[in-house]
């Protein structure tokens, strides 16, 4: 019996030292693994393309509304400062609109200008921000698709797994004929606003694409 007393102290020294590890990688247990993965890309990619804040940002695999904004905020500040006219439109995800700079025809110093403010203030982060606002669970695109024909009742596609879903959609070897199914494959984690009726437009201009082929 005297026995187990050894054994339980190491279960909880083990325990310990597993809890200690996963407390000093900084990831919060919460995030998903297809965030935490994307992630890790991040930290261990080139250095030269991952600023001190974006690797600050991202050490607690979070990435706050608050945060987000500051970039989009400095990322403003970086285009005014070089002159390049611009608008953000927060309904669409901080969607940028740029107007080329004055005798920049080719828009090429616009860019130019653009992509560097870019990297250096949203960079990796915006992605990674906007991913986890689409899909907090981390699905992939199959289970989310899976996930949204199932919701709808859609009989279209029943038996198929999410993998292959995911796959012969993208490959063109299922194509969706009913507006349930239709809406899934445009918006598959329903984050668009999108309707059946948006579906039904859009199955009407494919089979107008088909018949003009």
Not at 47 to 75: C, P
Not at 89 to 106: K, R, S, V, W
Not at 163 to 178: F, K, N, Q
């Amino acid at each position: 019996m005297r026995r187990g007393a050894p054994a339980a102290a190491g279960a909880v020294l083990a325990a310990a030292l597993l809890a200690a590890c996963s407390s000093a990688s900084g990831a919060d247990p919460q995030t998903p693994e297809l965030w935490r993965t994307q992630i890790d890309r991040v930290l261990q990619g080139d250095a030269s393309e991952v600023t001190e804040t974006h690797r600050a940002i991202l050490a607690d695999y979070v990435v706050t509304e608050a945060e987000y904004g500051e970039l989009k905020q400095e990322l403003s500040d970086c285009l005014s400062a070089h002159g390049v006219e611009h608008e953000l439109d927060p309904a669409h995800g901080g969607t940028l609109d740029t107007q080329e700079l004055p005798g920049d025809d080719d828009g090429s110093q616009t860019l130019e200008l653009t992509t560097a403010c870019l990297d250096a203030t949203t960079g990796p982060v915006e992605s990674i921000y906007l991913g986890m606002q689409e899909n907090p669970e981390g699905l992939s695109r199959g289970e989310a698709l899976r996930r949204c024909l199932d919701a709808a009742g859609a009989s279209e596609f029943s038996g198929v797994s999410a993998d292959d879903l995911e796959h012969r959609l993208a490959a063109g070897e299922l194509v969706p004929s009913t507006p349930e199914a239709k809406l899934c494959e445009v918006d598959p984690f329903g984050t668009l606003g999108l309707t059946l009726d948006d579906a039904r437009r859009y199955l009407s201009e494919d089979g107008s694409a088909v018949a003009a082929e």
